[in-house]
């Protein structure tokens, strides 16, 4: 199926169909856009929570991915990593294509002040540090990366009032560290703003990766790019 107006297909590379109704849920594109929604096939990781499962949802999402590269004009990589799969993609086609962590940091450097990640499980905290330290040559705007504790299936599974009160946390402890900006990080995340303005005051600006990501391809799309 081809689309009159541009199109972006957003990409949930594990196969967890409650994060792609979350991203469908929040995502509302400007009235000559089209939005499509893309889940990880089945048999592939669930969540991604490891390099392993990085490379394993990847190899689990190209095949199916390659027929549709001539039918939309960009594409976003919901998972909020530095994902091979953002790479691969490039190496298939010319058109844009973002990964959400890419998309947040990019918007919080244009906001200005130091940004923090908040994130689910420990292990991100050093591997979404060094992705920072790559993507950006330096940490000088960077206040580091504070996990929940959930994992990205727990997002939705737990409790309402502990996620918040774990996001709310991990938020707390990246203002005292500097920040100004905090990203949700993580495509489960999705909508959550409200945790952190709850812990931390509205005063501290909260950039979901997934809603940055797609109002930067629409502007990449729109000007030829």
């Not at 592939?44 to 689990?60: H, K, R």
């Not at 997002?155 to 402890?173: E, M, N, P, T």
Request: with cysteine; aromatic share 6%; net charge negative.
């Amino acid at each position: 199926m081809t689309f009159s107006m541009p199109s972006i297909l957003v990409i949930n590379p594990n196969s967890s169909r409650s994060v792609s109704v979350t991203l469908k849920q929040i995502l509302r594109p400007p009235t000559e856009f089209h939005y499509d929604y893309f889940t990880g096939p089945e048999g592939g990781p669930l969540q991604i929570d490891s390099v392993t499962t990085e490379i394993t949802s990847a190899a689990n999402c190209l095949p199916a991915l390659i027929p549709l590269l001539d039918k939309y004009e960009g594409f976003l990589v919901a998972c909020y990593s530095d994902h091979p799969l953002v790479h691969c993609l490039k190496e298939q086609t010319s058109k844009p294509v973002l990964g959400i962590f890419q998309a947040s940091v990019l918007h919080s450097i244009a906001l200005g002040g130091k940004f923090a990640i908040v994130t689910t499980v420990k292990i991100w905290e050093v591997l979404l540090s060094d992705a920072v330290r790559a993507f950006l040559g330096s940490e000088t705007l960077f206040a580091g990366t504070f996990s929940t504790g959930l994992g990205v299936l727990e997002l939705h599974d737990a409790s309402a009032d502990v996620v918040s009160q774990r996001i709310g946390d991990a938020a707390i402890r990246a203002v005292a560290n500097g920040a100004s900006v905090i990203c949700l990080g993580c495509a489960g995340m999705a909508g959550m703003e409200e945790a952190i303005t709850k812990a931390v005051g509205d005063k501290i600006r909260v950039v979901d990766g997934v809603v940055a990501g797609v109002e930067i391809l629409v502007g990449l799309i729109r000007s030829g790019h």
